[in-house]
């Protein structure tokens, strides 16, 4: 286990309605993610072109967003976090100043404020230690 798992697994117990997320480098590669039977399992195409979407977050909602192949409409994007909602199931990623932490959810508006909080908080930790 590296050092990131910890904060995964610290991610997924701040919300019960997290079923799966994911640490990855401003270049789209993995650091850490959730495992077994609950394993994030976006593309590396996926992670990169959700990446990049932080560089021009006002094109990411005519797009969407895919992660794990589920296509995600996004109606919210900033610098900070993008929003991508289906059905009864979503996202948020939002963006440290070297990582963007991903939490893949189900639930509806108030499952969604608990994550948007968790993964929030855990970005502004990551950068206000330098990553």
């Known amino acids: 286990m590296s050092g990131w798992d910890s904060y995964i697994n610290s991610l997924t117990e701040a919300s019960p ?3 799966r997320a994911a640490i990855v480098g401003v ?12 394993q994030f ?16 977050p ?3 909602p005519a797009r969407g967003a895919d992660l794990e192949q589920i ?23 939002a963006k440290s100043q070297k ?6 959810y189900k639930g509806d508006s108030a499952e969604g ?4 909080t968790a993964v929030e908080k855990l970005a502004e930790y990551l950068s206000s230690t330098g990553y």
């Open 113 to 116: 404020s608990t994550v948007r």
């Open 41 to 56: 399992a976006a593309t590396e195409a996926e992670l990169k072109t959700l990446v990049t979407g932080f560089n021009a």
């Open 17 to 19: 309605c997290i079923e």
């Open 27 to 38: 270049d789209g590669s993995v650091w850490a993610r959730t495992e077994g039977d609950k």
């Open 99 to 104: 990582a963007v932490l991903i939490a893949i």
């Open 71 to 93: 296509h995600y409409v996004v109606p919210r994007a900033d610098e900070a976090v993008i929003f991508g909602k289906r059905d009864k199931t979503g996202f948020f990623a």
């Open 58 to 60: 006002e094109k990411v």
